[in-house]
Nanobody, 126 residues
């Protein structure tokens, strides 16, 4: 069973930056697509960014394009660099992973991922 561990959340002022990391362990999959989602209070979990197993494909929600960057350290670890944060970015951020099913696409929907981390809180103050 794969475990995902997020780290790096915290409190930051509007306009500031934070970086999140996610490490996968306990699995025998040769490759995994990985992504970030977030969930604000009273809202549904939404897609933020995703990266393919080899880092060759990345995709972002429109709301974070140009501000957030997803990257891959290795086969099991990804990062999310978040710049120009604003209060609307406040949420619990979740890491997700799934063995690749489509070489031309990275999953963007919650139901496309079976494996999830516990989440890390990001709070942006105005």
């Amino acid at each position: 069973q794969m475990q995902l561990q997020e780290s790096g959340g915290g409190l930051v002022q509007a306009g500031g930056s934070l970086s999140l990391s996610c490490a996968a362990s306990g699995h025998a999959f040769g490759a995994i697509d990985m992504g970030w989602f977030r969930q604000a209070p009273g809202k549904e979990r939404e897609f933020v960014a995703a990266i393919s197993w080899n880092g060759g494909i990345t995709d972002y929600a429109d709301s974070v394009k140009g501000r957030f960057t997803i990257s891959r350290d290795n086969a099991k670890t990804i990062d999310l660099r978040m710049n120009s944060l604003n209060p609307d970015d406040t949420a619990v951020y979740y890491c997700a992973a799934e063995p690749p099913r489509n070489p031309a696409h990275v999953p963007q929907r919650t139901y496309e991922y079976r494996y999830w981390g516990q989440g890390t809180q990001v709070t942006v103050s105005s």
